[in-house]
């Protein structure tokens, strides 16, 4: 049995299976099974019937409130392009489920209940945004999903006195504003991500059995918000006598994330906790099955990542027995399963995706926040309105009432508090497993009971199943200043090296992507960009006065120019479509770039002042990182056009297009060496290589387990600059253009990438 899944047979009799699927399951199965189809419900018409009819009672309206004929509204900025398919429709169809069935169960005090969602500015949060806050009367309530729209919308919502529930939003700026300290209107329906991790550690040392001799290591998704928990929580699970092997991080795009993986074991790690949801979780599992690892890595996840729709990702990637090797992860998982059918509300919530033909990929933990949010909101205007009446309740008297309010959303399926107002996200939390439902339709698959399969719009699905293990639980207040706040051991400082010049560089240690300018010995160093959008990707004018960079700062990402201390910056492409990685011709003239705008990667250039803006290899693959011949002549780049990522070449105008790399390989990220006699990449096992321009004569440079990326040449073609996770965390190195005598340039927490020598 692998670690991964590890169970204690002892603590599986305790939980004796109470909460898993039983009949409701089975009549999920046969709905699914025919890949019904997922309605939108019509309007409720059934008459109201007394709240008493509930399986359980909101608190009663105050004596002689009437509100039939009302309408009460609540408005979701829920953007499709920042959830999911996976999370939006689910959300989606709980919110109207639950609406029909509370309208046909008394409404709100009489009144009818509406949930109101935007349409027409399909994925952009702020339009929506500016949209219902200025409707007459404003909402006095609004939600937000996620910790980006968190942080965007914090400060507006704090100056219009809007309060907001933020569903799937855990990051530390998200509910206490960028300084981490700011009581503000935003409010997290689940613990900050530092939290969880936190709560993670109290059960590692609650079991020692499990886990004897703790060392964790975190592979985090490339975001502040995760690389933020990892750190935050960090000197707490230290004094719980917990281990750290490091912390690491990858991209969603990413496949092989060996070298991540191996660095943390090396050091020690038996349990990898990832901040990552979507596709990484699965990614992870999935690398650690590669290895041969799963029988001496725990894997333990986020709350995001605890949710079906993330076992329905990886649920292609089979072990031995036959179950997916994400099978058994941990993780918290503050609101309750569907498996949990002893909940009276969990039980409603069956009976309801029964009734609508829900399949069961949208029985997920967005289906089930439809419906407990829905509930909480009843709840939370109910008492508002009994408190000052019902035509006074404002922003600013519901979020007294969030403040305050101690509620169980449909009988537990939520534990609601936020400690009188002292917190901004849940104070409970609990550890749960992931796993799959048996063909016995009661029990977990596992040895003698197979995976059940059901057929949803023609592909057959395993059915997830969440199975807590503790119950909900004090989580520890670990953002900066918390109660629980832990310092972190002080590492041994690193002895640095040194080279000559002066080097910009991408960095996250400010919670978010700004560019720094440091001297080649670390000194000087300077936030050149200081903004709380996103920075990055700066390259140096072959003049040395300017710097290029792309940042998010007008909404999109653009390609923007600043002088070398940081001033004047300008935005040079204006396009909705992203526009990234700027690369400068060798005579200053033009900048090469990847634009997004034509709906693919496709390498543009344009003049230095941003006119002129052309499509250079107009291509239906992805093209990107240009890099240009110290001649002119030629830009080379990396494409997936043959369709395995490999290094191209091509004439100026875009012509000529040259695979240089074989087709088996996946190389990415290039850069010409100034006497234009090699090109150095990123190889398929993220080493440093280095090749002549026709591509011949390939060398691997690094040959480390870890991951070096980025490569970037010195003015005078002696050294190699590029980042490495060697030793825990993306920072800055350089070496010799032999690959000899490597130095490390950057010591901090955060990751350092992206650099640029000055000429």
Known sequence: MSAIRSFHSDQKETLSFRRLIALVVVSTILLTACGAPTPTPAPATVAPTAASNLPFTHTA???????????????????????????????????????????????????????????????????????????????????????????????????????????????????????????????????????????????????????????????NFDDAWAQTASEGALGYCQSLGIGYAGTSTFSGGDGYI????????????????????????????????????????????????????????????????????????????????LAETDNPGI???????????????????????????????????????????????????MKKTLENIVYAPLDGVEQIDFQGGARRALAADRIGEMEYLGQDGKTSAGTGNPPMMVTVDGKQHMVPMIVPLTDYQPAPDLRTGGADSVPANTPTPVALGAVSGRIVFQTNRDGNHEIYLMNGDGTGLTNLTNDPKNDGHPAWSPDGKKIAFESNRDGSVDIWVMNGDGSGLINLTHDRGDDESPAWSPDGKKIAFLSRRDGNDEI??????????????????????????????????????????????????????????????????????????????????????????????????????????????SPDGTQIMFWSNRDGNNELYAMNADGSNPVRLTDNPADDTWASWAP
């Not at 009976?351 to 407990?372: C, K, L, N």
């Open 347 to 397: 039980q409603l919530i069956n009976a309801q995706a029964d009734e609508h033909q829900r399949p069961v990929t949208i029985r997920t933990d967005g289906y089930i926040f439809g419906w407990s949010t829905t509930d909480l909101l009843i709840e939370a205007y109910i008492q508002t309105g009994n408190r000052v009446g019902f035509d006074k309740i404002t922003g600013a008297e």
């Open 258 to 337: 060996h070298p991540h993986i191996q660095n943390l074991v090396d050091t020690g790690a038996n349990i990898i906790y990832t901040n990552s949801h979507e596709n990484g979780p699965a990614l992870v599992a999935r690398n650690l099955f590669e290895m041969g690892l799963q029988d001496k890595v725990t894997l333990a996840a986020v709350n995001r990542a605890m949710d079906p729709y993330v076992a329905f990702s990886g649920e292609a990637d089979l072990d031995a027995n036959g179950l997916p090797v994400i099978n058994g992860m941990l993780g918290s998982m503050p609101v309750r399963s």
């Open 604 to 713: 543009y250039v344009m003049n230095a002042d941003g006119s002129a803006q052309t499509n250079l290899t107009n291509s239906p693959a992805n093209e990107g990182s240009p890099s240009w011949s110290p001649d002119e002549a030629k830009i080379a780049f990396d494409s997936n056009r043959d369709p395995n990522d490999g290094i191209f070449v091509m004439n100026a105008d875009g012509s000529g297009v040259i695979r240089l790399t074989d087709k088996s390989e996946g190389n990415i990220w290039s850069a010409w060496s100034p006497d234009g006699q090699q090109i150095a990449f990123t190889g398929p096992g993220r080493d440093i290589s280095i090749m002549n321009p026709d591509g011949s004569d390939q060398i691997d440079l690094t040959k480390g387990p870890a991951d070096d990326s980025g490569p970037h040449w």
């Open 61 to 219: 309206c105050a004596q002689g409130v009437d509100l039939t004929g009302q309408t009460v509204s609540f408005y979701h900025i829920l953007n499709p392009d920042d959830q999911v398919d996976t999370v939006y429709d689910p959300l989606r169809a709980g919110y109207a489920d639950a609406a029909e069935y509370f309208n046909a169960h008394g409404g709100i005090c009489g009144g009818t209940l509406e949930q109101v969602f935007d349409e027409t500015h399909w994925g952009d949060s702020q339009a929506i945004y500016d949209l219902f806050s200025a409707l007459d009367p404003k909402p006095v309530v609004v939600t937000i999903y996620g910790s980006g729209d968190g942080v965007q919308l914090g400060p507006q919502l704090a100056e219009d006195e809007i309060p907001a529930l933020n569903i799937r939003g855990g990051s530390v700026a998200s509910a206490y504003g960028e300084d981490g300290q700011t009581l503000g209107w935003v409010f997290a329906a689940n613990p900050l991500y530092v939290d969880q991790v936190g709560a993670f550690c109290d059960y590692v040392v609650a079991n020692p059995d499990r886990f004897p001799h703790p060392v964790i290591g975190f592979l």
